[in-house]
């Protein structure tokens, strides 16, 4: 199992830029991927973005797209998501995960609120 830490939500106004980060603990070694997903009041869950832990290739939601950027640091063995040109529909619990390989992702922080002014 991995142990994932968010730090980095706060308020922020429209146009503003936040960074989210998560560090993670634990069977690292294991991790295939590490997702950033978010939840607005009364709606589901959605992706983000994803980034492979070796490779670092990424994948983002259409939503997102030229607004964030998903990194890893591998030595701190910590993933960042950078937001920039916030908007209110940003405005979510913004949670990282960890999968294994398979799609599914097994491990969850807790998440961190992001509030987007306007």
């Known amino acids: 199992q991995v142990q994932l830490v968010e730090s980095g939500g706060g308020l922020v106004q429209i146009g503003g830029s936040l960074r989210l980060s998560c560090a993670a603990s634990g069977r690292t070694v294991s991790t295939h991927a590490m997702g950033w997903f978010r939840q607005a009041p009364g709606k589901e869950r959605e992706f983000v973005a994803a980034?492979?832990?070796?490779?670092?290739?990424?994948r983002y939601a259409d939503s997102v797209k030229g607004r964030f950027t998903v990194s890893r640091d591998n030595a701190k063995n910590t993933v960042y998501l950078q937001m920039n040109t916030l908007i209110p529909d940003d405005t979510a619990v913004y949670y990282c995960?960890?999968?294994?390989?398979?799609?599914?992702?097994?491990?969850w922080g807790q998440g961190t609120q992001v509030t987007v002014s306007s």
């Open positions: 980034i492979t832990w070796i490779r670092g290739n990424r």
């Open positions: 995960a960890a999968t294994r390989g398979g799609g599914a992702y097994d491990s």
